[in-house]
Structures are given as C-alpha cells and as structure tokens.
C-alpha cells in the first residue's frame, strides 16, 4: 500500500484513508478487486448478463440497448469502438452459472462458489428461495444484495484459514449494537425484525459451519447486514456506459457530434422509460482499502471501473498533498451542488451519519442558503 495509509481520523468519521506522498490531478491512487462482490438480485431478474465472479458485461452495447429499451431494431453506430470478447465466456462445470474466462471461474470456485454452486433453475434450492424473499423485501433501486453477505460468508467457511478471513471481514467499518440495528431499520423498512429474522433463518439454509456461527446469531447477522450496508461499492459495468466513453473518444465533426450526441439522449431516455432504475450500478463490492475512503462535499478523489469489471480504480480529482485525507463523494454531482442542510439530509436518510467534511463544517458557522425549491421539498418529506 505504498503511498497510502488507513489510520484513525477522528471520534466523528472513524478509520480514514490518507496519502503519504504527493498525488497529481488525474494520478491513479489505488486499483484493487473486491473481497467478494455480486449483482443485484433484480438486476440479474431483468436478464442483466454478467460474468458471475468479475461482472464483466456478457451481452454487446447494442444487446445490451435493445433489451433495456424494448426497441429490438436499435442499432449503434461505432460499435467496433467497444471490444467485448465473448469467445472466452464459460460456465461452471457443476451448474449453468456464467463467467467471462476460466480465471474468473477458478477464482470463484476457489473463494465462495464450492459452497455455493447449485442448479438455478430449482425453485425449492435454498438460494433461490432466499433471493426471492430478498427480492419482495428490497425492491429497486437496490443498494447492496444478499448473495454479498451469503458470498462474505462463504468466503469465511471455505477459507484454508478461516479465522483470518473472518477478521479480515471484521475489519470493515464497525458501529455499535444499536447503530447496527438502525442501519438495517433504514435497509429493511418498517417490517424490520420479521424480515431480519426471515433473512437470517433463509440464509443459514443456504451456508452454514463452525466458524460463522458468531454471523448466524440475530445480533451477528444484523451487523453483518450493517457492514454491507455502509461499506458495499456500487459496481457499474454497463456496456451501454461503456459505449458512450468509447465513442466520446473517436475524433469527429461538430455536427456529427451533435447528431450523436442526440442520439444518446434519445438512447438513455428510451432505457429510462422501460427499465431506468437498472441502469446505473449493476451490484455491490466489499473493497478493503476503498472502503476506509470517507465522504467528503469536496472531494478530492473519484471511483471508477475503467475495466469494464469488478476492479475499482481511484483517481485524483485534484493535487492531493502528503498526510492530506483522501476522500470521495458518496453523493452524485447534482446533489453535491445542493445546499449543506439538503446534503447532510441525504446523508442522514441514505446512510445514516453526520457529514463532519471541511465543506460542511466551514458552512456550518454561515447562513444556510437552502433554496426555495429545496425547503419546500423538506415541507413534503415532513408531511409525509
Ligand atoms: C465506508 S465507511 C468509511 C470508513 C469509516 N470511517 C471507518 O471507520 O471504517 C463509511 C462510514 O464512515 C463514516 N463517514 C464517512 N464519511 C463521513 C463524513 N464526511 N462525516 C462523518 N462520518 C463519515 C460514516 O460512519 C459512514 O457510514
């Protein structure tokens, strides 16, 4: 971990991510894969084809296009721009389970799929029955998913040293019993306890040994949930995104850009009518440096999956000074444009903590400038 450390940044934000060296603007801080990472249940409902162990796309931008806006005819021009090699895609030698090469098939036998492997096409199999409770207790848009905390649990039991693994699990942010249990309140709604327990007893079906019982008991499993909750990382790896960075590299006229650039919009508004809420992110990772990344609404630092699979890489947004905390935005562009009093709602509602970052802190001491739009939009959420 050259250039980086994790270390205590204070009683507000906990553990921290802060640089040891000097970082320019565009540099590459880190890349690293996933603990265990997965696709969202619905999204893997809607068809969405991923390789099972990396999520690399298994479908073409035009496939991909054409099923998410029901518009079979669509076709994209540049396509050749987006290399998809399709030739490599195998499945499990046990089930029908898809990945996009026999390295990510042998990873994924080799870190959770030997517990894990089963016919999914069997309604009454474990797994697909805990999906399906999943499913009807967590619609989209998803923010984490089951099969990661079945997945961490997995990893754990098939480990050649599980009490390493399970302290290796144990090391993401941690909270306290009733923070825990508030986390989860927020991720299950108001059927809280029944579903948490339903949750619980499914997913002991599913996996089960000595060394994750501590995870199986009701206070375990909910801070388990918890973990995935706070530190799972939206994985995007749409090839129609995928596409769209592509073609934005290719030299062309003003005009021509501007006709493709149309028809993009077009494209996305099409995908937004039929299936809009699949777009964005396709699933969840647990990553052990990224995870120690705080929130800031000035960040200085900005994920991405320039692979087109599960591999974060984190970029400098700006020149980043030695012993200075590296910090992402947990909230997109337009919300981080927002008034402090409308970002540390969102904060509060989507993940539960006060936002102690400079930006907040120095505006804490001046004049809220909430806009009209935006208390008026706080008059609603208060009614509701
Ligand atoms: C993915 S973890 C980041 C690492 C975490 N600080 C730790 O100690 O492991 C996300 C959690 O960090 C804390 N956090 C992140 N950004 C923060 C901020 N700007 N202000 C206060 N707490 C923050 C919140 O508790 C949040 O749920």
Redesign the pocket.
């Known amino acids: 971990m050259e250039g980086l450390e994790i270390r205590n ?1 204070n009683s ?5 991510l802060f640089a040891t060296r000097k970082y320019e603007q565009g540099e590459v801080i880190l890349e690293e894969d996933p603990l265990v990472s997965c696709q969202f249940a619905w999204n893997a409902a809607y068809r969405y084809l991923a390789c099972d162990f990396c999520m690399r796309p298994l479908e073409t931008p035009e496939q991909n296009v054409r099923r998410l806006s029901c518009k079979p005819d669509i076709v994209l021009p540049h396509s050749n721009s987006f290399e998809l090699n399709l030739e490599c895609v195998t499945s499990c030698n046990h089930c029908s389970v898809l990945y996009c090469s026999e390295s990510c098939r042998e990873r994924a036998f080799l870190t959770y799929h030997r517990l894990l492997c089963y016919d999914t096409t069997d309604a009454q199999h474990p797994i697909t029955v805990l999906l399906e409770a999943w499913k009807q207790m967590h619609y989209p848009p998803e923010t984490t998913s089951i099969m990661l905390l079945v997945r961490i649990l997995a990893y754990i039991e098939q480990s050649p040293d599980p009490p390493a693994a399970s302290a290796r699990v144990k090391q ?4 306290t019993v009733n923070e825990d249990a508030e986390l989860v309140h927020k991720l299950l709604g108001e059927q809280f306890t029944d579903q948490l327990n339903t949750l619980r007893e499914l997913t002991s079906n599913v996996v089960n040994g000595d060394y994750i019982q501590e995870f199986l008991t009701p206070e375990g499993f909910c801070s388990l949930m918890a973990l995935i909750g ?2 799972g990382q939206g994985i995007g790896t749409s090839p129609l995104a995928q596409w769209v960075n592509a073609v934005v590299e290719i030299t062309m006229s003003d005009d021509e850009r501007q006709q493709l650039d149309l028809f993009i919009d077009k494209l996305y508004q099409y995908v937004e009518e039929e299936s809009g809420t699949f777009l964005n992110t396709e699933g969840s990772g647990l990553y052990q440096l990224q ?6 609404c000035l960040p200085n630092a900005e994920p991405s999956f320039p692979y087109g699979n599960h591999r974060i890489q984190l970029k400098a947004l700006k020149t980043i000074m030695p012993g200075s905390e590296i ?1 992402i935005s ?1 909230l997109d562009e337009c919300s981080l444009q927002r008034s402090r009093h409308s970002r540390q709602k969102e ?1 509060a509602q989507n ?7 400079e930006r ?1 802190i120095e505006q804490a001491s001046q004049p809220d400038c909430t806009s009209e739009e935006e208390m008026s939009e706080d008059e609603v959420d208060a009614d509701d």
């Open positions: 940044c507000k934000k906990g553990k921290a993401f942010c941690h909270r706070t530190n995870s120690s990344c705080n929130h800031s910090c947990y904060l993940y539960m903590f006060v936002c102690w970052c907040c």
